[in-house]
């Protein structure tokens, strides 16, 4: 597992963050799903059913960016599997099929150890007569799967939410006979500036600091208006620097960082490497002095000589 999967499944595997999440997609933000409801299941048999090379559980397909980073856990009534998405988008549609197969080996693995259970136990048949399976009796239930996806990128989610949407031109009666198996997306694009306050956890900053990454102006007004992005903590601040690529240092004797003031420091040095940019510019047309040069581009004479290699 790359550094930037194993930042990012750390952090969304913690049971208050995860709950979080499930909270804002499933029932809008309201606090449904208490993370000590939670507990984690294994995922490295569903990994290796996807295609896990060579036996070591994890997804044989990656292609460029990609982090596919799977979680999963329940609170007795549904079985939750989240799936961390940072990709290209030649595989936009691999993600979809993906899904597939996670869902459908969460129901098959029950069965077939339900199947097994009664069989060793000699009890299948139960008191309302023969079960529909052999081994598996008619009154036996299992947990229903809900799969939801994390683009963790502030690009447009441009690939299929629907398995009908990846087979082309179909006749209609042939689609009625396919179920439509559909994806449950979460894309930072659209998620609107007032639903991030259905988020209770360091998930609203973390996914807004994302998604407005590359938008200076929009990001100070978010980080002015949340007192939660000056404290920060680690894990956060991994999350952020492997996903937008940010000089994130976190001092070692201290528990959290303050992304007001960072991200102070970074515009001011973002306005210097601009100011160099044009200085380079007008160097290279050769029309002006290099006084003029520092007086345009805000610079001190030296420091465009030094550009000039003067």
Known sequence: MSVKENVITKYMGQKHIFADLLNYYIYGGRQAIGPDSLEELDTCEAEALYGGKDGDGQPAQRTGDVIRSLVAMTDGRAAY???????QPDIYDVILAENMIYDAFQYTEPVSGAVASHRCSSDCRGADGDGSLPGFMKQGRILPVVTLVVYFSAREWVGPMSLHKMFGEQDARVLALVPDYKINLIALASIKDSDFEKFHTSLKEVLSFIKYWQDADRLWEAMEADEGFRHLGRAEADVLKACTGANLEMEKDKGAIDMC?????????????????SARRMIASGRLTEEEIAEYAGLPVEEVRELAGV
């Open 81 to 87: 599997l989240l799936l961390a998405v940072e990709t």
């Open 261 to 277: 003031d960072v991200f102070k420091n970074l515009a001011e040095k973002w306005v210097v490497e601009e100011k160099k940019e």
